[in-house]
T-cell receptor
Framework: GENVEQHPSTLSVQEGDSAVIKCTYS??????FPWYKQELGKRPQLIID?????GEKKDQRIAVTLNKTAKHFSLHITETQPEDSAVYFC???????????FGQGTELSVKP | DTGVSQDPRHKITKRGQNVTFRCDPI?????LYWYRQTLGQGPEFLTY????????KSRLLSDRFSAERPKGSFSTLEIQRTEQGDSAMYLC???????????FGNGTRLTVT
């Protein structure tokens, strides 16, 4: 079925540490994997995405990795800062890219 | 700001009333999506359009919900005979076929009393 599983649901790290959030998807035809950051009371904002023709993409302190065989993709945040505290959502397309299905979210807390 | 625009930002209504929300997508985007989000959950897909055609509607969506995009530009989402369980943030998003990423508006927060 249409399912995106996201773990963990909450994550607390010390400032400067790394954070990793993992997602699995079920549609083997999925070819695009975005990550969104949502601060309290605000809209989800696209922070990074990856297409299935690459295994990793990096943008400054954030990176995303993709394992198509295992249907896993992960968000990596290095040198975390308090302003990274937010809820992060992964998503994957279903029905040949017609819609994005979102994971349940990970609440990241970065302690100074 | 040329982002996705939604109106109103907040709506309080009594159970049984009808409500309508409007979304103006990013101008060059031909796909438009409606999602619903409740506290502590990820956005839940409701429906999406490519230009004026409604291509998919969630099977979980009650027939009290209807959406239109008559000219392939702005869209409206109507909820008839609202129920307390309809209380949520209704998010609109748009994308172009080329880049795939969807961009959300600020949402309409609906409270049904």
């Amino acid at each position: 079925g249409e399912n995106v599983e996201q773990h963990p649901s909450t994550l607390s790290v010390q400032e400067g540490d790394s954070a990793v959030i993992k997602c699995t998807y079920s549609d083997s035809a999925s070819n695009y994997f975005p990550w969104y950051k949502q601060e309290l009371g605000k809209r989800p904002q696209l922070i990074i995405d990856i297409r299935s023709n690459v295994g990793e993409k990096k943008d400054q302190r954030i990176a995303v990795t993709l394992n198509k065989t295992a249907k896993h993709f992960s968000l990596h945040i290095t040198e975390t800062q308090p302003e990274d505290s937010a809820v992060y959502f992964c998503a994957a397309p279903y029905n040949q890219g017609g819609k994005l299905i979102f994971g349940q979210g990970t609440e990241l807390s970065v302690k100074p | 700001d040329t982002g996705v625009s939604q109106d109103p930002r907040h709506k309080i209504t009594k159970r049984g009333q009808n409500v309508t929300f409007r979304c103006d997508p990013i101008s060059e985007h031909n796909r438009l999506y409606w999602y619903r989000q409740t506290l502590g959950q990820g956005p839940e897909f409701l429906t999406y359009f490519q230009n004026e055609a409604q291509l998919e509607k969630s099977r979980l969506l009650s027939d009290r919900f209807s959406a239109e995009r008559p000219k392939g530009s702005f869209s409206t989402l109507e909820i008839q005979r609202t129920e307390q369980g309809d209380s949520a943030m209704y998010l609109c998003a748009s994308s172009s076929l080329m880049d795939g990423g969807i961009h959300f508006g600020n949402g309409t927060r609906l409270t049904v009393t």
